[in-house]
């Protein structure tokens, strides 16, 4: 099983419809994120959290928000979705300071 | 602002050569740590190599090394004997230390590895 599930992995939605995007992982850590990913641009950061108390906007948090739900558990939210929101979000998981970062197999999110 | 920048968003090479990637960065933190993250088509992000910036030794892992020169601010990777499934998107990145984890990526090089 992998240490991180993203569910969907690929998803059409409406524009103004809104959609979760849910993120769960095994590796026991406290720290996830939530990227956006964009060709020529890379992956930006958009929230991260340390625990279920613990959330911090990233780089492009507007339009966004996000639940932590437990330790495991960490779910990006469009509340009403727009064209520009078409991308792939990685959500991601890291141990500590300077340790390698899991991420999930993504989700490929287009907004028609 | 802290900022990565791959100046080579293609590049090819033949099986078995041998290649180099590029990647510039701008912090003025003096902790921090600098990752190669492979990105197959499968889209999984995959990471190649770690390199922490008091480290003056380069990082190698198999085939793939990196020259690291903190004073100019670059990080490029090496890859030796290329493969086939080295055929990828890469990311280059870096960690400020005590900053939460986060990780901030560069634009992206898109590699291909011709037979």
């Known amino acids: 099983d992998a240490d991180v599930t993203q569910t969907p992995r690929n998803r059409i939605t409406k524009t103004g419809k809104r959609i979760m995007l849910e993120c769960s992982q095994t590796?026991?850590?406290?720290?996830m994120y939530w990227y956006r990913q964009d060709p020529g641009l890379g992956l930006r950061l958009i929230y991260y959290?340390?625990?279920?108390?613990?959330?911090n906007k990233g780089e492009i948090s507007d339009g966004y928000s996000v639940s932590r739900q437990a330790q495991a558990k960490f779910s990006l939210s469009l509340e009403s979705a727009i064209p520009n929101q078409t991308a792939l979000y990685f959500c991601?998981?890291?141990?500590?300071?300077?340790?390698?970062?899991?991420f999930g197999q993504g989700t490929r999110l287009t907004v028609v | 602002a802290q900022t990565v920048t791959q100046s080579q968003p293609e590049m090819s090479v033949q099986e078995a050569e041998t290649v180099t990637l590029s990647c510039t960065y701008d912090t003025s933190e003096n902790n921090y740590y600098l990752f190669w993250y492979k990105q197959p088509p499968s889209r999984q992000m995959i990471l190649v190599i770690r390199?922490?910036?008091?480290?003056?030794q380069n990082a190698t892992e198999n085939r793939f090394s990196v020259n690291f020169q903190k004073a100019a601010k670059s990080f490029s990777l090496k890859i030796s004997d290329s493969q086939l499934g080295d055929t990828a998107m890469y990311f280059c990145?870096?960690?400020?230390?005590?900053?939460?984890?986060?990780?901030?990526f560069g634009q992206g090089t898109e590699l291909s590895v011709k037979p």
């Open positions: 991601a998981t890291t141990g500590g300071h300077g340790t390698e970062a899991f």
């Open positions: 590796k026991g850590h406290d720290r």
């Open positions: 990145a870096f960690m400020i230390y005590n900053q939460g984890g986060k990780l901030i």
């Open positions: 959290s340390f625990d279920v108390k613990d959330i």
């Open positions: 390199q922490e910036a008091y480290k003056q």
